[in-house]
T-cell receptor, first 111, second 110 residues
């Protein structure tokens, strides 16, 4: 198994642009999580899905952030419009029930 | 509000000595606690965990201690090795969610 695959690995964009981060979870994992890593707050949970259904999006910082999971093998996290304070590393993780496997992350820089 | 806190952003330890990483939490409903290790440009990987009904769990060089009354857990690494240099995240489980701390950067000096 290739593990959790995230793309792109790095993204540099200008303020105001739309950014889309992608994640392919491990096959058979029912749960998918989006986290954001910052120096101040560490790893923050943004949203998680169970069987493609969003369960808890209380960590999504603003309406500028949205996430979808159209099928069991793909999820996206979109930021529109992006702002410099969104610069961070975004991780996707999947889990069968317990036990997370993280992807390698997307480093987002908004200038 | 930060439910899981790691108050030491960094720690430096000499090779062969003991490394002790600390973590505090506020939510009594957490039922499991975990430590993750993260190398640069990689995602966090699971290291060791402990159930809330236990006070100690050991796996090789790694031991996690839980003090429920103090809402405190610690990770002991002994002896510390250069490959242990990484960022360590403490996490607590609530339902299906893991709540993470800010992380502690551990540096093992030769």
């Amino acid at each position: 198994d290739a593990g959790v695959i995230q793309s792109p690995r790095h993204e540099v964009t200008e303020m105001g642009q739309e950014v889309t981060l992608r994640c392919k979870p491990i096959s058979g994992h029912d749960y998918l999580f989006w986290y954001r890593q910052t120096m101040m707050r560490g790893l923050e949970l943004l949203i998680y899905f169970n069987n493609n259904v969003p369960i808890d999006d209380s960590g999504m910082p603003e309406d500028r952030f949205s996430a979808k999971m159209p099928n069991a093998s793909f999820s996206t996290l979109k930021i529109q419009p992006s702002e410099p304070r969104d610069s961070a590393v975004y991780f996707c993780a999947s889990s069968p029930r317990y036990g997370y496997t993280f992807g390698s992350g997307t480093r987002l820089t908004v200038v | 509000d930060q439910q899981v806190k790691q108050n030491s952003p960094s720690l430096s330890v000499q090779e062969g000595r003991i490394s002790i990483l600390n973590c505090d939490y506020t939510n009594s409903m957490f039922d499991y606690f975990l430590w993750y290790k993260k190398y640069p440009a990689e995602g966090p990987t699971f290291l060791i965990s402990i159930s809330s009904i236990k006070d100690k769990n050991e796996d090789g060089r790694f031991t996690v201690f839980l003090n429920k009354s103090a809402k405190h857990l610690s990770l002991h690494i002994v002896p510390s090795q250069p490959g242990d240099s990484a960022v360590y995240f403490c996490a607590a489980r609530e339902g299906q969610k893991l709540v993470f701390g800010q992380g502690t950067r551990l540096t093992i000096n030769p």
